[in-house]
């Protein structure tokens, strides 16, 4: 029942980004003066966007970056609301099922050879759409999104797929450097976020709306590598991370 649900609640995540893409096509046609004064709502966004990240004062960044998160928390859940619950179901039906106790299942290996390279194909459909119609009031960017939202479930079936094969062999210095980084995920969490908002900030490189997408992707891998590298040496010395330290205790000290 939880598999039926979740896939009846992603039908209707990818449902909703579809009829999206509908409602951008029928605007572009019928109504082409509301749709520009939406384009110039989204450039009036992007400067307010470009100011406030830009401060060179902390404060000011954080005070811009509170004003406009109930918006994206809107957003957001508007968006990807549904789908988010789907997986939640997804999950809980796995571990009811004893798939992720289980990496030697029949499911792991049909996700790595059937909904992996799926996934990955209509990705790149959609990717491809989104990148010849960079316009998000594009019926055909917001028709490329729907495709990548209706493909998500298989890429992420896939990748767990090819986790749980790597999980049955034998230990490799590069699986126990992983295992370290990522038990400490929270603390993680967060040291990403300082160093990309000292990277990104006017109160550090300032770098938001200065650079393209693919130096964007280069200094994600870049900050990634160097978070996994830190909490990897930590936790060869430490039991916790700091962040989990706090919130265990805290957690304890509730209880």
Known sequence: RLVRWGRIVYLLQ?????????FTWLGSTFAPEGMQAARQGFEEDAESARRGFGATVFLDVAAYRMRVWGENVAFGLALQGFGVFAFLLLGLAAVRQGLLADPAHAFWSMARRGHLPAGLLLSAVGAGLIA??????????MLGLAVIVLASPLSTSGYLGVVAAWSTRQATPLRRFLERSGSISLT???????????????YGLGLFAEVGAAACTAIAAVVALVVAASCSAWRMRFERGPAEAVLRAWTYLRA
Do not use: E, I, K, T
């Not at 993680?188 to 006017?202: A, D, E, P, R, T």
């Open 14 to 22: 990818g449902g909703g980004v579809l009829l999206r893409a509908g």
């Open 132 to 141: 010849a119609n960079p316009d998000p009031l594009d019926w055909r960017w």
């Open 188 to 202: 993680g969490y967060l040291l990403q976020g300082v160093l990309m908002s000292w990277l990104f900030s006017g």
